[in-house]
């Protein structure tokens, strides 16, 4: 009977294989887990997102509490939290992602003066024209950033409707959210809604996105003297409505305490989002000052 060669053995070579396949897949893991993100809470609708590095402000708010605001049409309100930070909190900066320029709650005076510190702003048609360092992006619109720090950076602007709807869009005027894009997002897209209500595009942005982190304004915003109970951002049974619709993996709520037009309490938004089966396992409830690692 004739022997098979010695030199080439296919099951031997079949596991060799293997273990090369998977040598190289537990690898890839190992380079995409690498992906640093870490989200420190400032104050309202500002915190700093912090990307392998490359570092992302969001509506700057920086005054201190006590003074009253005008934010338009009537619309006014008491800052009552001071904003946390450390001294290098606001350090080396890359990039601050305007959500609306036109109401304090989301650009203060401070804020605006460390605004001119960092070389990009992106944020609305609108707020674009006031502001020289920054860039106006139209819904759906999309900017490329080329930074060593973080392969393939792209950023898109989100729809928005940023008061009850049967208001006129001019009242609170144009308003973007953004979904942050690069190379090596396995679970999903960063999503930050900016001012917002629950509303029909919600149904747009699930259809385009597959959503990793979300980071929803909320607080149930309500201007009693002006428009009753309309409300200008979502509460949380609006946001438990929204990561129905768009299903991200992690969700973290700011942007709900800190002014008196904030209608919903802190303590009422824990227990629904800590109660509901859609929130509760993946709710991240960020402390003022505390960097979260997602
Ligand atoms: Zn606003």
């Not at 293997?18 to 690898?27: A, G, K, V």
């Not at 950023?155 to 928005?160: D, R, V, Y």
């Not at 709900?256 to 824990?270: C, L, N, R």
């Given at each position: 009977m004739k022997k098979m060669p010695t030199k080439f053995k296919p099951f031997k070579f079949s596991i060799f294989l293997?273990?090369?396949?998977?040598?190289?897949?537990?690898?890839s893991q190992i380079n995409l887990s690498k992906m640093n993100i870490t989200v420190t809470h400032i104050d309202g609708p500002c915190i700093l997102l912090e990307i392998n590095g490359f570092k992302i402000i969001t509506d700057p708010t920086l005054d201190s509490a006590g003074k009253i605001y005008h934010h338009g049409f009537g619309s006014i309100s008491r800052k009552t939290d001071n904003p946390v930070l450390n001294d290098s909190t606001l350090k080396n900066i890359d990039l601050i992602l305007l959500s609306h320029h036109q109401?304090?709650?989301?650009?203060?005076?401070?804020?605006?003066?460390?605004?001119?510190?960092?070389?990009l702003i992106l944020t609305t048609k609108n707020g674009s024209k006031k502001l020289s360092n920054a860039v106006g992006l139209n819904?759906?619109?999309?900017?490329?950033?080329?930074?060593?720090?973080?392969?393939?950076?792209?950023?898109?602007?989100?729809?928005?409707?940023?008061?009850?709807?049967?208001?006129?869009a001019f009242f609170s005027g144009k308003v973007i959210g953004f979904i942050i894009e690069y190379e090596g997002q396995e679970h999903g897209v960063i999503y930050i809604s900016g001012d917002t209500v629950f509303f029909d595009e919600f149904y747009e942005i699930a259809k385009?996105?597959?959503?990793?982190?979300?980071?929803?304004?909320?607080?149930?915003?309500?201007?009693?003297?002006?428009?009753?109970?309309?409300?200008?951002?979502?509460d949380s049974n609006d946001l438990i409505k929204a990561v129905e619709v768009l299903k991200p993996n992690k969700v973290i709520p700011i942007h709900?305490?800190?002014?008196?037009?904030?209608?919903?309490?802190?303590?009422?938004?824990?227990t629904n989002l800590s109660n509901n089966e859609f929130t509760k396992e993946k709710t991240?409830?960020?402390?003022s000052g505390k960097p979260d690692k997602l």
């Open positions: 293997f273990f090369i396949i998977q040598w190289n897949y537990s690898h109401h304090k709650d989301n650009f203060d005076n401070k804020g605006r003066e460390f605004a001119k510190t960092v070389p819904n759906w619109e999309s900017f490329a950033i080329n930074t060593p720090k973080l392969k393939g950076l792209k950023i898109t602007a989100i729809p928005a409707q940023h008061h009850p709807s049967w208001l006129p385009r996105y597959k959503i990793d982190i979300s980071i929803f304004h909320v607080g149930s915003a309500q201007f009693p003297y002006l428009s009753g109970k309309g409300r200008y951002t979502m709900h305490k800190g002014w008196s037009h904030f209608k919903e309490k802190e303590d009422t938004m824990k991240i409830f960020l402390v």
